[in-house]
């Protein structure tokens, strides 16, 4: 190793540690590579890799949409970190603060509670940041109490159960204002997670719908509302414009240069003047850098993201490396200098190979290699054998666009055990219908045992009927934990 790692009495620490914060694509895959490139090392204990992440698995966020549409089963969207990282230490936990001068980072785990309750001080020699991001919201009234958001597989489990569950609730009620409010959906975001999430959940609702005697698919209003005059920017303006058409042909009312201006007491006022009595409002409006980013002393950019140079460095540090979402990374490959990558899944993949290659190459002794990697393009669903894609230049659209995003990310899904599962529900998916079962309990599951032990059992009593646009008193349907 580098003679400038810290080194310290044998037997106390390994002679290099290399903290990893985070768990996601550059968590990962960052702690995958320098696992296979420092096996010897790991093996007799001279080096250890430490990830520290608030889940034990990593989720595959593209496949969230297909998850909460029941076409994937949801343990197959996440890798455990455990079983890919055999030779690295796993601690589920969170990174509350770092001092880079003393190289040490500050860690709460479900054993120590909160920052000021008995967290840990962990020093390292090599640091990755990799917290990745989180969703970026707006101060529009209602938002908090009433948004569900759209970035984990918990928060796509809840999503596809409150979906059946509203069905479920217009189908009992005699109320027509909640019957309406029930079955209108709201989606906030026209990018990726927006779109997607929105066509596959409305080609599960539109199948659901046949098993109801009193819902047809057309009782469904579904509504887009994105800011800018366009959805799906990664695919191009002429992809986009097809997606928006095909949206638009399944009764799905977007609205472009329109904005979220509240959704207190369940009613989304838009930008435009409508009003949507609603129980349904999903916020993908977009992402920002971890909170833990604004607590490193690092230097950031006017987005919040770290500054970084091209070899993945964080500028004006040494042995501190990021890439992400959270690292605004020079894009060599742009026209325009001083164009950082995009904070997606392929930037940031192929960040982490080069980002590991470059700690093992500092701690060598050996020169570093800069992160070049042209865009290849994107791909979306738009549901069940729909889609859109520009790849390489050629712009796809319908099933061949759509046959192209599940090979794509079937390519990508990390371990092959992922990808033999997904492959296999997707075979399975073709040959029987859908499952349109709620499993909404899970958010309470101690509920029949606690009525059974002489207890009430929480949220056992249905919606009281009321007008539209009214406050709603009563306690919530039960939905799954998000």
């Known amino acids: 190793m580098a003679p400038e790692s810290r080194g310290t009495a044998p037997g106390s620490r390994p002679s290099v540690r290399i903290l990893v914060v985070g768990g996601g694509y550059v968590g990962m895959y960052t702690a995958l590579r320098l696992q296979r490139k420092l096996k010897s090392g790991l093996k007799s204990g001279e080096v250890e890799i430490l990830v520290v992440t608030p889940d034990p698995y990593m989720t595959y966020q593209p496949f969230l949409p297909e998850a909460a549409a029941g076409s994937i089963s ?3 969207v996440v890798v455990p970190l ?6 690295c230490r796993v601690v589920v936990g969170e990174v509350h603060r770092i001092d880079h001068v003393s190289r040490t980072a500050t860690v709460s785990t479900l054993a120590t509670g909160g920052p000021g309750e008995g967290a840990e001080e962990m020093p390292y020699d090599e640091l990755v940041l990799a917290p990745g991001s989180v969703a970026r919201t707006l101060p529009v009234p209602g938002l908090a109490e009433f948004g569900i958001g759209f970035r984990t597989v918990e928060e796509a489990i809840k999503l596809r159960n409150h979906v059946i569950e509203q069905m479920d609730i217009a189908s009992a009620t005699r109320d027509p204002a909640l019957r309406d409010a029930a079955l209108t959906f709201v989606f906030v975001g026209g990018g990726y997670a927006g779109v997607e999430a929105l066509a596959e959940l409305e080609d599960m609702a539109r199948y659901a719908a046949r098993f109801y005697h009193n819902i047809r698919a057309d009782d469904l209003r579904w509504v887009l509302v994105e800011a800018t005059g366009r959805i799906l920017p990664e695919v191009g303006e002429g992809m986009g414009t097809y997606a928006v058409r095909e949206l638009r042909g399944r009764n799905v009312d977007v609205r472009l240069d329109t904005r979220l201006d509240s959704c207190e007491d369940r ?13 349904t409002l999903v916020w993908t409006a977009g992402v920002r850098p971890a909170p833990l980013i604004a607590h490193t002393g ?4 006017g987005r919040g993201r770290l500054r970084c140079t091209a070899d993945l460095r964080i500028s004006g540090t040494r042995h501190a490396w990021a890439a992400g979402d959270a690292a605004a990374v020079p894009d060599l490959t742009a026209p325009e200098p001083g164009t950082a990558t995009a904070p997606n899944a392929q930037h940031a993949v192929r960040q982490a190979k080069v980002l590991a290659g470059n700690v093992v190459a500092a701690l060598e002794g050996r020169p570093l290699t800069e992160y070049r990697h042209a865009y290849a393009g994107s791909v979306a669903s738009l549901g069940l054998h729909k889609g859109v894609a520009h790849v390489f230049g050629r712009r796809l659209k319908g099933y061949p666009a759509w ?34 079962v709620s499993l909404g309990s899970l958010e309470h599951p101690r509920a029949e045992f606690e009525l059974a032990a002489g207890g009430t059992g929480p949220h056992r009593t249905p919606p009281p009927r009321r007008p539209p646009g009214t406050r709603d008193e009563s306690p919530e349907p039960k939905e799954p934990p998000g």
Do not use: Q
């Open 267 to 279: 009613v989304a006022v838009l930008s435009d003047g409508s009003r949507f009595p609603t129980r």
């Open 298 to 301: 690092f230097p950031v950019t």
């Open 82 to 87: 455990r079983r890919v990282l055999g030779l």
């Open 74 to 76: 949801p343990r197959h």
């Open 403 to 436: 046959l192209t995003h599940r090979a794509y990310h079937l390519s990508r899904v990390p371990t092959f055990n992922r990808k033999a599962r997904v492959l296999a529900e997707w075979i399975l998916a073709g040959l029987f219908t859908r499952e349109i």
